[in-house]
């Protein structure tokens, strides 16, 4: 069942690019449009062991299928929840003799609810699974030897009593997982740990721009006004993350969703002198920007070789190095500064060394504050880690005001109920006394403190990912 106000929506021919979704009435900030489950969903393969087949949290503990003995789940609530959608895959995948990948067993889940339910639409669904888009006529040559592979899989994965289907449907789910797929995270919003498959989502086209997020909340997704929306307005998501120039956008979207963006920010170029800004006095040369900014590409494909191999302190002196250099060349919104301003400030915390950390950390904060729409998750998150990261430096005041920052932003993008607003406004009052305590006897605040971060620091940071943050739309590599 599809939960949510499906009558504050309508699908219509949005010009220049197939259908889309409109509001029929006016929203404001924070609002949520729709909220919607899965039609199917699946954990990644990499992690089927530590996050729950059903809600999709991490636990530390979970009850395995006695069964088939792939399928876990936080407890008998949950694997009662799940056995109608487990039901099948469990004796598939004893009759098979392995588990298949995500995209097969995403595919196979499809199938197999098409089969109970027939094809029409489902209950609370504006479009049926038959009529999202597949895209597999734009698929290059690559992708459609892998789309043959996975075909062949599914057939000797599906078994003979099953209803058959086409060749043609088979590779049109593929091509639906393949272009609608969205990214599930864990229940703090930070780790990618699935794919599913939203009906009325895929209906959402992508702007730059949008006036919408998205947000994975307690097994299902919410679409959320970031700012008012008038009754009649088109409702947009942003499929990848803003942060870059127009050209290199349009070129991903064309790779990945196969359209060419029209949205006013790719057409003006809006920001994009910004994203690639250069320091006025005095202006560096054509030819010394043209430099840096080979310089700053050949240095991040370093960074990322040595933080796969967990050479943290290796990272940290390559973008000391390379930020020294772009300093009297880069203004600060230059996303090659930028990036590295993010990726040293999260590798200095997690090496604890928080007093550097903090410095890099409000630079690359003001920096995002000039490019994000005000209402951005990822703005959110970045600005929650920079305030976290002044508050272990001892930086009580700046730490305080980002954390409130902060929580403004996501209890509009993620709302009050998320795991994540609620850890923060935690943060919010335990700063607001703090910084109480500061005002009124310095000294006596910075020996409480000590004895209170040596009993129970607020947060340790998490080793640096080389994953990036959970993309919006979950996209096969």
Known sequence: MTIGRMENVEVFTAEGKGRGLKATKEFWAADVIFAERAYSAVVFDSLVNFVCHTCFKRQEKLHRCGQCKFAHYCDRTCQKDAWLNHKNECSAIRRYGKVPNENIRLAARIMWRVEREGTGLTEGCLVSVDDLQNHVEHFGEEEQKELRVDVDTFLQYWPPQSQQFSMQYISHIFGVINCNGFTLSDQRGLQAVGVGIFPNLGLVNHDCWPNCTVIFNNGKIELRALGKISEGEELTVSYIDFLNVSEERKK?????????????????????????????????????????????????????????EGLYHEVVKLCRECLQKQEPVFADTNIYMLRLLSIVSEVLSYLQAFEEASDYARRMVDGYMKLYHPNNAQLGMAVMRAGLTNWHAGNIEVGHGMICKAYAILLVTHGPSHPITKDLEAMRVQTEMELRMFRQNEFMYYKMREAALNNQPMQVMAEPSNEPAPALFHKKQ
């Not at 006095?281 to 080979?294: F, L, T, Y």
């Open 252 to 308: 991903q979207l064309k790779k990945q969703y196969y359209f060419d963006c029209t949205c006013e920010h790719c057409q003006k170029k809006l920001k994009d002198d910004l994203f690639l800004g250069v320091k006025d006095n005095p202006k560096a040369s054509q030819e010394v920007v043209k430099e840096m900014i080979q310089f700053s590409k050949d240095t991040l494909e370093k960074i990322d070789k040595a933080r796969s």
